[in-house]
């Protein structure tokens, strides 16, 4: 996808969360009363980490209880989590997902989830589950808003060598930190050099920071009654990535969770979005999924397909102004 198509669909979203914020919540609960608000979260820390700062926002302990109580005081929480259970359910109740698999998600977020009466489902990446050992095992974009960070407090000769090493890989801009945020996951070696260049051990931070949970908290949280889902391999934007590429980021992942974790039940949410994603795609894994998620909001399902469409809150302090926001009928759950 072009940089101009990105901007105007990027415009066209925001455009449309400030139309649809000035529709009143009973008017959109009332016309999308069988479909059944999904919220998703990434982290709830007490302090932003470096990695995940210039990628979205974060919720600390606090703030997460006032989402949940705000949402509680509206909505009852979906207690049958099977496909049968979600797909019937209406937009009395609501489910809340965890995206990425984050330690946070773990440690922080699924004690009050638990005394909150809350289930969950948590999306992992798969090849991360080891607990990020090294910094193979962590998605690309978290070592660019690590170094971007970083970049911050470096010299100027320090800044203008980073922009020369990016500018060489074909990532120009007025500023290093925002060229680091553009790189494609396909160009992953930039990072590397970049790293270099500012004597950074990308290894040893990831292995001493631990972004994700590990297979054993995995298996923890599904003996605690939370669910658990596949979301790809590595984290690929899909349209970024051939058919082929799609269909076995998806396949391959699916299997790992269904098998490691012996699941009655196959979900997977889409890295990102479903942006790219054609008929063929889900014609080459029907029987292999049986629900999808993705994140343009709520209002709508594409029936055939079984995609269950979410709203995000990591960067919103009430769940009612994102739920207008982000109302999505069909077919304006395709402006994504």
């Known amino acids: ?24 919540l009973e008017v959109s609960r009332a016309v999308s009363a069988r479909t059944l608000p999904i919220f998703i979260f990434h982290a709830v820390e007490t302090h932003p980490k470096p990695y995940i700062k210039h990628l979205y926002d974060y919720h600390t ?60 489902i948590h999306f992992l990446i798969t090849d991360f589950l080891g607990g990020g050992a090294s910094s193979s095992m962590v998605e690309e ?67 001493a920071d631990r972004p994700y949970i590990t297979h054993q908290e995995a298996t923890d949280l599904v003996r605690r009654g939370f669910m658990l889902g596949a979301h790809s391999c590595d984290h690929p934007r899909y349209w970024e990535i051939t058919l082929d590429e799609q269909v076995s980021q998806t396949r391959r992942s699916m299997r790992h969770m269904s098998e490691s974790f ?6 997977f949410a889409f890295p990102y979005k479903n942006r790219g994603i054609t008929p063929a795609f889900y014609e080459r894994v029907r029987g292999e999924v049986d629900l999808f998620f993705t994140t343009s909001g709520w209002g709508s399902r594409m029936n055939d397909d079984q995609v269950f469409h979410r709203v ?25």
């Open 141 to 207: 974009k978290f070592k660019a808003s690590l170094l971007m960070e970083l970049l911050k407090s470096r010299s100027e000769r320090d800044q203008t060598d980073v922009a020369a090493i990016l500018a060489r890989m074909g990532y120009a801009s007025a500023h290093p930190g925002q060229a680091l945020m553009s790189v494609r996951q396909a160009d992953g070696a930039v990072f590397d050099a970049v790293a270099a260049r500012l004597s950074v051990d990308l290894d040893a931070y990831f292995r």
């Open 61 to 120: 302990p606090e703030s997460f209880e006032r989402v949940l109580d705000e949402i509680l005081r509206h909505f009852k929480p979906l207690e049958d989590l099977s496909p049968e259970g979600i797909a019937r359910a209406g937009a009395d109740r609501f489910l809340v997902t965890f995206d990425d698999g984050l330690r946070s998600s773990y440690e922080v977020a699924s004690p009050i989830l638990e005394r909150k009466g809350i289930p969950a």
């Open 312 to 336: 995000g809150l990591d960067s919103s302090d009430s769940a009612l102004t994102a739920l207008q926001c982000g109302w999505r009928p069909f077919p304006l759950s395709l402006v994504q």
């Open 262 to 267: 012996d699941l009655p039940y196959r979900y």
């Open 1 to 24: 996808m072009s940089f101009v198509n990105e901007k105007l669909l990027r415009s066209a979203s925001r455009g449309m969360r400030m139309i649809m914020r000035h529709i009143p």
